[in-house]
């Protein structure tokens, strides 16, 4: 079951960053960075 609820929010954080690269690279960047 946490699984499953590792790939949902994988899932979202991906689609988040695919949405979010154009606006917010630096964002990425940093959490790349850590």
Do not use: C
């Amino acid at each position: 079951m946490k699984r499953y609820l590792i790939l949902f929010i994988s899932l979202i954080l991906t689609t988040f960053h695919i949405q979010a690269s154009d606006e917010k690279p630096f964002v990425v960047g940093e959490l790349k960075g850590q």
